[in-house]
């Protein structure tokens, strides 16, 4: 359990109010799935058919995963995982 | 009367109620304004609108309002310009510039969404609006929210030109520059959103902002004679526009102003940031976001909010998707002043550019009727011309020295 994940606040109350929490390391969707059986509903929140969801961003250590391997990128001990709901803002 | 039925997320279909708010609950998908089109089109027809002022308010029935608007009410209704000289050039049949370049007050189309987005604010009782932007929205959001009565917040990058920050701190504004990039930028408003009952236009407004861009669709189709054309080139930053206008053409097909709909709609990206165009070139849903890298600053979003949908209204049409480099867009911007009359910013360079080279290619047929969307004013982005330019011909004030000139130039 050497992973940590940042949780936003509108999945907190799935998490019982965690700002933080733990996971093993392997693929983003392995952990996904592992965040699942700790806060059953979560997953559904942030991925469809084993995809991420279009307006839910993941980042492994700062970088947004679209830019590595997708939801095949690797998480190692030690990694922080950040979901971050998309902005649907912009437009400058 | 308003005719809007709910807030719906456009990715899982859940309904929310008419409020400030911009985000599914549930998935994080977008919210979008669903109207009640039976009943806008027992009341709305060509000849109601064709009675109407000429503003962007003509189509009021279509925008998110409940009362009467209240903001822009001389903007919108801009020129279309058949562009014949253009269309010899790039050998065409048929050439329109829908020229957004002479939008009051603030020269861009932004004026559209943010006198929709700046009316919502009212109706929902806000007295302070914000934005982040690096341009046009900012010089919006100033200048509208100035005549509105409005208290004003735009949140800028720090390092922004000072063309730029004259534009909006000239409208007194609050002007806030922040040590960061339009990212930062982004993220620290988000924040402030959720803490400060102010209205973002472009965050928790986003819904009602984004229906003001459906206007510049619906005066292409009046101003075409309520036939909607062959192709339509519009530029990309979110791939919001793109989406509404497309919206505006469905919505004026099912309430009846128009009889048929067979366009083709194209995407316009400048290479150092093209997200969207490189999705649809590939075939391919996912967005991959990018770091922009591009003289169209106006065009430089590296993650789309919008972009899954415009790809797919473009391969839905059978439309394409063209960047083009820094170069096309400038020989462009100077190919349209010198060929219509018409200074567009960079962004317009990119549109105008991309259709140049979509018609070389044949994606667009040179015997079909095809639109340029110009979104903005080139008065905003002169310094991207700098060294593009021809010389001026500098004499001595005397005849002589001047018909050196006319002898040079072969006259």
Not at chain 1, 8 to 30: F, S
Not at chain 2, 169 to 185: H, K, R, T
Not at chain 2, 205 to 213: N, V
Request: with cysteine; net charge neutral.
């Amino acid at each position: 359990m050497s992973v940590k994940v940042r949780i936003p606040t509108p999945l907190q109350r799935i998490t019982g109010g965690q700002e933080e929490v733990k996971t093993d390391p392997g693929k983003v969707i392995d952990i996904v799935q592992d965040l699942e059986r700790q806060f059953p509903g979560i997953a559904e929140r942030i991925s469809e058919g084993g995809k991420i969801r279009r307006f839910v961003n993941v980042y492994v250590n700062e970088e947004d995963i679209r830019f590595l391997q997708a939801e095949n990128t690797m998480v190692k001990d030690g990694d922080e995982v950040s979901i971050v709901p998309a902005i649907a803002g912009g437009g400058q | 009367m308003g005719y809007v039925k709910a807030l719906r997320c456009r990715e899982c279909s859940r309904e929310y109620p008419v409020e400030p708010i911009y985000v599914c609950e549930f998935c994080f998908g977008p919210l979008e304004v669903v109207y009640d089109y039976d009943g806008i089109g027992k009341v709305l027809n060509r000849e109601t609108i064709e009675g109407r002022e000429k503003n962007l308010w003509r189509y009021r029935e279509l925008l998110p309002i409940d009362g009467e608007p209240q903001v822009g009410l001389s903007s919108g209704f801009t020129p279309l310009l058949k562009a014949d000289n253009l269309a010899k050039v790039l050998g065409v049949r048929e050439l329109f510039i829908k020229d957004d370049t002479v939008m009051h007050p603030t020269l861009s189309f932004k004026d559209r969404v943010v006198s929709v987005a700046l009316t919502k604010a009212m109706e929902f009782g806000f007295d302070t609006v914000a934005c982040a932007s690096t341009g046009n929205l900012a010089h919006s959001v100033s200048a509208l929210g100035a005549r509105s009565g409005l208290k004003r917040f735009v949140f800028i990058p720090a390092t922004l030109e000072q063309s730029k920050i004259t534009a909006s701190i000239v409208y007194s504004p609050n002007l806030i520059a922040v040590d960061g990039n339009y990212d930062d930028v982004n993220r620290l408003c988000s924040e402030i959103a959720n803490k400060y009952k102010w209205a973002f236009v472009n965050i928790n407004i986003r819904p009602y902002y984004a229906e003001g861009s459906k206007t510049l669709g619906l005066e292409i189709l009046e101003q075409l004679g309520w036939k909607a054309p062959d192709n339509v080139v519009i530029p990309c930053a979110s791939g919001s526009l793109l989406t509404k206008i497309w919206k505006s053409f469905k919505e004026a097909k099912m309430i009846g102003l128009l009889d048929g709909l067979e366009t083709k709609v194209f995407a316009a990206q400048a290479t150092g940031c093209s997200p969207i165009v490189t999705a649809i070139k590939q075939g391919v849903e996912v967005i991959r976001p990018v770091k922009p890298d591009t003289l169209a600053k106006s065009l430089a979003i590296g993650n789309p909010a919008d972009g899954y949908y415009a790809g797919a209204i473009v391969r839905e049409t059978g439309g394409a998707g063209e960047d083009v480099s820094d170069l096309e867009l400038i020989e462009a911007i100077k190919l349209l002043a010198a060929t219509e009359g018409v200074f567009a910013e960079t962004a317009g360079g990119v549109t105008l550019a991309a259709a140049k080279k979509l018609i070389a290619s044949g994606k667009i047929d040179r015997d079909s009727r095809t639109v340029v969307c110009i979104t903005g004013n080139g008065l905003k982005t002169q310094e991207a011309l700098a060294g593009h330019t021809a010389s001026v011909h500098r004499i001595k004030p005397n005849l002589a020295s001047f018909e050196d000139v006319l002898n040079a130039i072969g006259r």
